[in-house]
């Protein structure tokens, strides 16, 4: 059976808009085209909400909009940022270990800064429950780590549809304000000497998370090394520690020096 039929059998219905909206992607790639209409009577939604998750699809470069319907992008040789739903079944294991690792780092009453994205949602989850205060700029990194004593803060900000993380004008303002102890820092990319994000909006957003915070420790699995993202973070050297999920010592020498610690979860 495959995965699109799976989810779309009786008491499914998804709840939320990313989980629709991956249903959406399964449906498409594996016709690789279908009309909008037949679109709406296969998940069983209405005609505009099926239009509105296209256009988010087709502005993360996943689908391609044609008269009356959609197509799958993958033919077009474009490798565009999965959602977040796709993320998530990725790495599973090696994100687990990582944020295990990470949440090692954190001593109690302590005020960490999560970064947005699934490895930073693996270290919410490590951290769940503990007397920690949780600074979150991701939607559901915060809602991971609401458990029990965890006290949780959400940044304000545009929520970057698909993704949940927050970014603009009033995120950068409420982390001018912020003073944490630990910065859990996500990346798209490691590639030369230096951290990538998929937009130039997400890398501003952790250089300034990066200046309201005594420490930064960036939480990478082994993917991300050897891919450049469009838009640079910061230089290798300005963190205090990477944590990765394997053995990373077949890194270019130029890269090894730049790291201050490297741990492997």
């Not at 090692?104 to 960490?112: A, E, H, L």
């Not at 700029?137 to 004593?149: M, S, T, W």
């Amino acid at each position: 059976m495959c995965f699109f039929r799976e989810l779309l059998m009786p008491g499914s219905r998804p709840r939320f808009p990313h989980e629709r909206q991956q249903q959406m992607i399964e449906v498409i790639r594996e016709r690789r085209h279908v009309g909008t209409a037949e679109l709406a009577g296969l998940l069983d939604i209405s005609l505009p909400t099926v239009r509105r998750d296209l256009t988010i699809l087709e502005k993360a470069g996943i689908v391609s909009r044609t008269h009356g319907g959609v197509v799958a992008k993958e033919a077009t040789g474009v490798a565009p940022e999965p959602l977040l739903l796709e993320k998530l079944r990725h790495n599973q294991g090696a994100k687990r270990r990582i944020g295990a690792e990470a949440a090692s780092r954190v001593n109690d009453g302590q005020i960490v800064l999560l970064d947005a994205g699934t490895t930073a949602l693996a270290v919410a989850q490590a951290l769940a429950g503990r007397r920690v205060t949780v600074v979150a700029l991701d939607l559901k990194v915060a809602e991971a780590a609401a458990v029990g004593r965890t006290d949780v803060l959400v940044v304000g900000g545009q929520v970057r549809n698909g993704y949940y993380s927050l970014t603009g004008t009033w995120a950068r303002q409420t982390l001018a304000s912020l003073r944490a102890d630990i910065y859990f820092l996500g990346a798209d990319g490691v590639a030369g000497t230096s951290l990538s994000a998929t937009t130039f909006d997400d890398a501003e957003i952790k250089r300034v998370a990066m200046e309201c915070c005594e420490r930064t420790i960036a939480v990478v699995d082994h993917t991300k090394f050897a891919t450049r993202s469009v838009a640079e973070v910061c230089d290798l050297g300005s963190l205090d520690e990477l944590i990765s999920d394997r053995d990373l010592g077949i890194l270019p020498p130029a890269m090894m020096e730049r790291i201050v610690r490297l741990t492997r979860a």
